[in-house]
């Protein structure tokens, strides 16, 4: 039931032909004897990796990875299609269900737990915070929720494509256009020889500043280029204002052209996820009024020129290539994966070394992730120290991927689908609200957090960055905290009367041991710790489970999670 | 991997404050923390509080206040691409010149100008709770503030990019450099942060921070030694699990006893240890506040459905509270409202400006009632202000506006010198803007440089709030000796 619903590459109606498929070299049932020369140190090692790479370890996936080595787990994981979710959530829809964002949420979670292609589902969610869309946007809310849920399944199925690749799919898709108002953008308008609108800037602008190269130059290594000992700006004011003229004439694709309607179309939900039509002058004369898109000479980007005349898809094709050559790209776009994945502070060398993968003519997005999962830096942590604030190596766990964590290594089991065909993960919902993040709705285009982000102390003092730190304060910690409580002491198989809009964990291996405290723990070490809990910590652990000599089993391994899961330890990946 | 941890510490403190103004300052401009002892300014004990309203997202203020006169009102409407109309205009983003009884709800005087042909102005029709305010003297408009290094002119701008700050019309940078007052990037501090390190020292309460957020993380509110204490607009809720009011079963206090032992322990890894502070600080203020918060009522009713009314319903608690309980002499809070980015829609849509505005005019109009001699009575004790990154472009896209520079801000406050309008920097731009396109001190699609500096508006802000000192304002705000005037006046 988990196999991939359908396993299509993602093609375009306009540009860039699509690269062939990567090489499907299925080895999920090849038997294997031999131990691989990069097997994982021991099964802790093998957890701490598939926390970096997945949405959580399991049991079957740490097994997996000890026998295939990391090389070929990555591999494999590289070549599997994509889990998609928009036929699901379309097919709810048509069935009745209420058009909400929780249908998409729900089916977000799903694959998150269930999907085999984890890599590619956990890159997709990491692209998702850079490539940001949201259903915040009044433009998209619930109206545009099925082709939002098909955006995080283009960002899916990108995952591993070339860079420039991904930031063509990305501009050209309606729920991005919609998002930052390429839809329907068009050119000047001039009234008896003078120009009373512009074209918007809102895409032109956030494509450059947030989706591919940044507000400064910046060396392999992400440091700033001085001049003068001041940082160099990419771009100026000017730029942006002659880049908007390229991102003009956009509309649905299925938007009539005889008789032309360019306000029309999105009909169906195809209409309202398929690659946009862009109305220039492949589609009109330049002289008809229906040509939307501005036709004008542009002095874009490091003072390229676009020549006048061309074609929108052209144009748009010369714009972006222009900016995925620029060399700010691996630095900045490496940097941030590395913070989804592995650090919030990578080295500068660490850096660099994933910028020249990204940059190595034939790569892409498959060979950056691998070479981040695989780079020393991320593989073998620094020693532990033993002072107050010695270590800042790691990152925070994302709250959503504290649950996912927890549904994984507790083998949850998903209830079964209601009537419309939706299968219930969220339970009350309100993730964005309690954790401070939820996919697909961040509060504005930065993103739940910057990357940037310096949490006042110990960070901006030392100059460190923090960005899941923007989330925790407060507020999110005893509602994240309620959250989980109602996904563990609420949620759990065996329960007298369970509640059926969320999976049940399945905490047997907890219960089996209720009179031993110490097995216990170091069940939870195991499975949410990868063996990293600290001794002081398992001692805690183990006091509190004696002190509840008085509660059921179920008791004692409902609080045994939760407790570790509110834990300082827990909330860092190290 | 703390990568050159060690160094850069030790470099930190080799460095000390000699070289604190220099070069170095400004590639580390956190140095500017190190060894700069604020000064110990003595406030009054009697209680005082700022509310910032952050508009995210930069807010049309050339849609918010629009010259009345028909002079100025005609070039106006012309740069914005003409008065909106679904049908014959629906690029245009101008609003329509009041007329009827629409007069009475939209027009003030700007009672700084004595000139009949350049005093008349007229509110959004979203906003006639404003009008009123504002003809009842609490309210003032500060016009044409913005990001600025220094007082310019066009041709200070053409001339050098040393002349004006980094990165105009990125909001990040902009909401950075509004939120420090100071066009600075790679600053970590914020102008609200820094006045609560100098006033705390009178706040009796020291575990609550004399700065407090309803709208989560945010710049403005970091000091050198101050963060905001978070809350969020439904105030308190309950650690679920754990015990929360005492007594509590066995099983609980177990839980509850695991989880402060975990949360007390000293860890090694940043992360862990800045996750535990704030569960810490967390479950801290949840005992001092929760009871006391619940048992404080107001008897202003704010509207359902307006989230902004539904933070300042909170703020309104807190400064009750605060008040009765003697927390705090000085306080500094946090709202925020967005989806002011229109780039689309701007003029019509579930969402467009008029809704926007709609939701701001109504919540501080509620709030200004809350804080009245009927319920909080501390009208002349709290002033309400705005920030919003930039206006927006005059000339339309087709359906909304883009980034600009110089906005114009609302204080508000029994305290403020209301009526009127400020526009006099000291600079050489001053008043109302002119707003053709192409006029001397515009960019081509009517983005205005600024003739007030931010630091001049907070700088004016804090020194209601009681700093006065002025190596206290050199350090708060580094680039307010720049401009001519430190004080604008309006409170």
């Not at chain 1, 068009?186 to 009234?191: D, E, L, N, Q």
């Not at chain 1, 992730?369 to 604030?389: F, G």
């Not at chain 1, 927890?406 to 919902?429: E, S, T």
């Not at chain 2, 050339?62 to 028909?70: A, I, K, Q, R, T």
Request: net charge negative; hydrophobic share 40%; proline share 6%.
């Amino acid at each position: 039931m988990h196999a991939a619903r359908k396993t299509i590459a993602y093609v375009f109606a306009l540009g860039f032909a699509p690269l062939a498929g990567a090489t499907v070299h299925d080895q999920v049932f090849k038997g294997r004897f031999d131990i691989p020369a990069d097997q994982p140190a021991s099964v802790n090692a093998a957890a701490r990796f598939l926390t970096q790479a997945t949405f959580g370890p399991t049991q079957a996936d740490i097994a997996y990875l000890m026998a295939q080595g990391y090389g070929e787990w990555i591999d494999e994981q590289l070549s599997r299609p994509a889990t998609i979710g928009e036929p699901t959530v379309e097919a709810i829809v048509n069935a009745g269900e209420k058009v909400t964002n929780a249908i998409r949420l729900n089916r977000f979670f799903w694959q998150a737990v269930y999907a085999p292609d984890q890599l590619r589902q956990r890159m997709a969610y990491a692209l998702s915070q850079i490539f940001v869309v949201s259903d915040q946007a009044s433009d998209i809310g619930n109206n545009y929720m099925v082709p939002l849920s098909q955006y995080q399944d283009m960002l899916a199925e990108s995952a591993f494509l070339p860079y420039a690749q991904v930031l063509f799919n990305v501009t050209w898709h309606p729920i991005m256009g919609r998002y930052l108002n390429a839809f329907r953008n068009v050119k000047a308008t001039i009234v008896g020889g003078v120009q009373t609108t512009s074209p918007d800037e809102n895409y032109a602008r956030e494509v450059m500043q947030l989706f591919s190269i940044g507000l400064i130059e910046r060396n392999q290594d992400f440091s700033p280029v001085l001049q003068g000992g001041q940082p160099v700006p990419t771009y100026d004011q000017n730029v942006i204002t002659q880049m908007a003229k390229v991102f003009t004439g956009f509309t649905w694709s299925d938007a009539p052209t005889n008789p032309p309607g360019f306000y029309g179309g999105g009909l169906t939900f195809a209409g309202e996820y398929d690659p946009m039509a862009c109305w220039g002058t492949e589609l009109f004369p330049a002289s008809s009024n229906q040509m939307r898109h501005d036709i004008t000479v542009k002095t874009v980007l490091r003072g390229a020129t676009i020549v006048a005349n061309q074609t929108c898809a052209q144009d748009v094709t010369d714009e972006l290539a222009i900016i995925a050559t620029h060399p700010n790209v691996a630095p900045f776009i490496s940097r941030q994966l590395i913070q989804r994945f592995v650090e919030s502070n990578p080295s500068p060398a660490y850096i660099q070394r994933i910028a020249a993968v990204f940059d190595a003519p034939g790569n892409d997005l498959g060979d950056v992730i691998k070479a981040i999962l695989t780079d020393p830096e991320a593989v073998n942590p620094p020693p532990p120290c033993d002072s107050a604030n010695c270590d800042g190596y790691g990152k925070l766990r994302e709250p959503v991927l504290r649950l996912t964590e927890l549904w994984r290594a507790f083998n949850a089991q998903a209830p079964a689908p209601d009537p419309y065909g939706q299968i219930a993960m969220i339970g009350n919902g309100g993730f964005l609200g309690n954790f401070g993040q939820a996919p697909l709705e961040s509060p504005t285009v930065f993103n739940f957090y910057l990357p940037d982000y310096q949490q006042p102390g110990t960070f901006a003092d030392n100059g460190l960055y923090s960005p899941e730190l923007q989330i925790t304060n407060e507020s999110t910690t005893y509602t994240t905290a309620d959250t989980y409580y109602g996904f563990t002491a609420k949620a759990y198989q065996g329960m007298p009367t369970p509640p059926t809009d969320r999976p049940l964990i399945d905490m047997s291996s907890l219960v089996a041991n209720a009179a031993n405290p110490a097995a216990m723990v170091a069940t939870v070490n195991a499975d949410l710790f990868y063996g990293g809990m600290s001794a002081s910590m398992q001692s805690t652990l183990t006091n509190m489970l004696t002190n509840l000599s008085g509660a059921t089993a179920q008791e004692k391994a409902w609080s045994a999670i939760y407790v570790a899961m509110l834990s300082p330890e827990f909330a860092v990946q190290r | 991997m703390s990568h050159s941890r060690n160094s850069r510490r030790e470099f930190l403190r080799n460095f000390g404050c000699v070289a604190c103004g220099g070069t170095a300052a400004a590639l580390l401009p956190q140095l500017r923390m190190l060894g700069t002892a604020l000064a110990s300014t003595s406030v009054s004990s009697t209680y005082q509080a700022l509310v910032c309203v952050y508009l995210y997202g930069g807010n049309d203020a050339w849609n918010m206040l629009v010259p009345f006169d028909d002079t100025r009102y005609n070039t106006y409407a012309a740069s914005r691409s003409g008065v909106y109309d679904a049908t014959n205009n629906p690029g245009g983003l101008g609003l329509a010149q009041p007329t009827g009884a629409q007069v009475a709800l939209q027009k003030i005087v700007d009672g700084n100008d004595p000139s009949s042909a350049t005093n008349q102005y007229f509110l959004h029709p979203a906003m006639p709770e404003m009008t009123s305010l504002f003809n009842q003297g609490h309210l003032a408009f500060v016009v044409n503030a913005g990001s600025l290094v220094k007082p310019i002119t066009m041709a200070d701008y053409n001339a050098s990019s040393a002349n004006y700050p980094a990165q105009l019309f990125s909001h990040a940078d902009q909401t950075n450099q509004w939120q420090q007052a100071w066009a600075e990037q790679g600053v970590t501090l914020g102008w609200g942060g820094q006045c609560g390190d100098v006033l705390k020292s009178g706040n009796p309460n020291t575990q609550l921070s004399p700065c407090i957020s309803i709208a989560g993380a945010n710049r403005y509110e970091i000091g050198v030694a101050t963060i905001p204490y978070q809350i969020s607009s439904g105030g308190l809720t309950n650690l679920s699990g754990m015990c929360n009011t005492p007594p509590c079963s066995a099983s609980t206090n177990a839980r509850d006893a695991a989880l402060q032992t975990l949360l007390g322990e000293t860890y090694a890894n940043d992360f862990a240890g800045g996750y535990a502070q704030i569960f810490q600080r967390s479950r801290d203020l949840f005992n001092l506040l929760d009871t006391n918060l619940a048992g404080t009522t107001l008897n202003t009713a704010f509207p359902s459905g307006n989230s902004l009314a539904a933070q300042l319903q909170t703020v309104a608690k807190m400064i009750k509270l605060s008040m009765a309980q003697n927390y705090a002499t000085r306080q500094i809070y946090f709202v925020t409202l967005g989806s002011f980015d229109l780039h689309a829609g701007m003029m019509s849509g579930a969402n467009d400006h008029a809704v926007l505005l709609t939701t701001l005019s109504q919540a501080l109009n509620d709030f200004w009632t809350c804080m009245g001699p009927t319920d909080v009575n501390a009208q002349n004790k709290v002033t309400v202000f705005t920030m919003s990154e930039f206006a927006r472009t005059l000339q339309s896209n087709g359906s909304g506006s883009d980034h600009g520079w110089g906005t114009v801000q609302m204080v508000l406050g029994g305290a403020v010198k209301g009526g009127k309008l400020y526009s006099n920097g000291g600079g050489p731009i001053t008043g109302f803007p002119n707003q053709a396109l192409n006029a001397p001190n515009n960019f081509p699609r009517g983005q205005m440089i600024p003739g007030i500096g931010v630091e001049q508006y907070a700088a004016t802000l804090a020194q209601w709030m009681g700093i006065t000192s002025p190596s206290d304002l050199a350090t708060i705000f580094p680039n307010l000796a720049n401009f001519g005037m430190g004080n604008l006046g309006f409170v």
